[in-house]
């Protein structure tokens, strides 16, 4: 023993100084490895039932996983089968991206047109139990399982909201979710608006399509794209390059940097972009995340697009999937997300250049009503004033009262024309509304220049 004891110092002294720490750091790893291997024989001996070796070990990966951020999974065979299909647009489901905050499941976004949607789930919601099993704990890929079902059946979500003192219940059916990448609706005039509520395999595809589809007619031209990336949870990284590189003439995209900070990989425009003098306005909120972060924080920088509303999510990391050989997948956090201009979007977000706040209708025009104080005329028996009259008065008040949004409200019927598409898209939006009217201005600003 002392022999071996003697050979290894020999060794080591012999091992040049920079590659010390390099030999120790690698017995500190085969000391760790020899416990985990102890552990895992004890418990295969001596357990008090027998074991199954394959979710020991699959467990002791999760619980290794739970030590890094939220987004580095592991998935074994079944969800990682059911998570390469997810991008395709179509699968089975809720509808609904999460993330874990605070060690609580919550939801970033539902993705329109499904059945969580429909069912009123909404951004910010905090899910903590999902069919009476509670969510502490669990990670997004199980929570991911947890949740999903045969096409049909039906789930019940027990969710806290913002603003409101008890859990809710919410059930929604389960079914095959078709995703709609991209919504599109013309505003009249050579204005267009298109929606993009998730980033997949064909999301740069169709908007193409919708734009060109407004060129056409409108013989040809467009004056100005309003592109609402609002609840956008994100997706593909290679299609939110090629949704920027479609506005941009030159320039930085994005940039990722690992742990390597020198080795820095940079994502540059392709020359190529068919609409590179289209005036662009995006619209964003908290809830935008991801590739829909990347989009804005490529045209902000490279000054192609007016950035509107409400500072983004600020999911700004990198993922990447490896495929295991027994079919299990792993999802691994590799690197940072940079915009053009070397801005980290982890945890940041993106800033918009002009704040608009998202106004409730309801609750906006309850405040206005409220705010009125008595007047002379409400007191009984007041003395009337020479151009009061009875029949004019109650009318003239129930018309203040109505009108007191109306300048919002039927905004539809006061912009370029009756058009019943916009009068639905602005009726009870605000942002979406002002974000409109800065495309409108930015393109008269170009006219006077």
């Known amino acids: ?44 001996q001596y357990y008090v039932e027998e074991t199954d070796m394959k979710k020991l070990i699959y467990g ?54 499904t059945p969580a949607w429909h069912a009123g789930i909404k951004p ?7 069919d009476g ?43 095959q979710v078709k995703v709609r990448s991209v919504k599109y609706t013309d505003l009249q005039n ?23 589809k407004h060129k056409a007619k409108n013989n040809g031209k467009i004056e100005g794209l309003l592109i609402d990336l609002r609840r956008n949870p994100g997706g593909l990284l290679d299609q939110a390059v090629k949704v920027s590189d479609m506005f941009l003439k030159e320039g930085v995209i994005v940039s990722t940097i690992g742990r390597d900070k020198k080795q820095k990989e940079v994502t540059m425009a392709s020359k190529k972009g068919a ?24 045209l902000q920088d490279n000054k192609r697009a007016l950035i509107v509303g409400a500072r983004s999510f600020g999911k700004g990391s990198v993922q990447s999937v490896i495929k295991l050989g027994d079919g299990s997948g792993l999802k691994l956090t590799v690197a940072r997300y940079y915009t053009p201009s070397g801005i980290s979007i982890q945890a940041e977000g993106i800033k918009p250049d002009i704040e608009i706040e998202e106004v409730d209708v309801e609750a906006f025009t309850k405040a206005i009503n409220k705010s009125k104080g008595p007047r002379e005329k409400d007191m009984v028996g007041h003395l009337r004033g ?64």
């Open 190 to 212: 050579g204005f267009a608006y298109t929606r993009i509520t998730s980033f997949i395999e064909n999301t740069a595809r169709d908007l193409e399509a919708a734009i060109e």
């Open 124 to 130: 910010g919601d905090k899910i903590i139990a999902v």
């Open 386 to 449: 020479d151009r009061e009259k009875d029949s004019e008065e109650g009318a003239s008040d129930s018309k203040e009262s109505d009108a007191a949004f109306a300048w919002w409200k039927d905004v539809g019927s006061k912009l370029d024309g009756p058009m019943s598409d916009k009068e639905k898209l602005f009726k009870n939006d605000y942002q979406a509304y002002q974000a409109f009217a800065y495309l409108r201005a930015m393109k008269t600003f170009k006219q006077i220049k």
């Open 1 to 44: 023993m002392k022999k071996h004891l003697v050979i290894l110092v020999i060794i080591l002294a012999l091992v040049p100084l920079t590659f010390r720490p390099l030999v120790s750091l690698a017995q500190d790893r085969y000391a760790d490895l020899q416990n985990f291997s102890k552990v895992l024989n004890l418990i295969q």
């Open 60 to 113: 002791a990966i999760k619980g290794m996983l739970r030590e890094l951020d939220p987004h580095t999974n592991f998935m074994p065979p079944d969800i990682f089968k059911d998570f390469e299909s997810e991008t395709s647009g179509e699968f089975g489901g809720l509808g609904i991206e999460i993330s874990v905050q605070n060690g609580v499941l919550t939801i970033i976004s539902p993705i329109e047109d």
């Open 275 to 298: 609409y590179t003098e289209v005036p662009v306005v995006i619209l964003i909120n908290e809830y935008s995340a991801s590739a829909s972060e990347i989009v804005s924080g490529a």
């Open 133 to 175: 099993k509670s969510t502490k704990g669990l990670s997004l890929v199980e929570a991911s399982q947890l949740m999903r079902g045969k096409r049909g059946s039906k789930i019940i979500l027990k969710i806290v909201r913002e603003k409101e003192d008890q859990p809710r219940d919410i059930t929604i059916v389960r079914g």
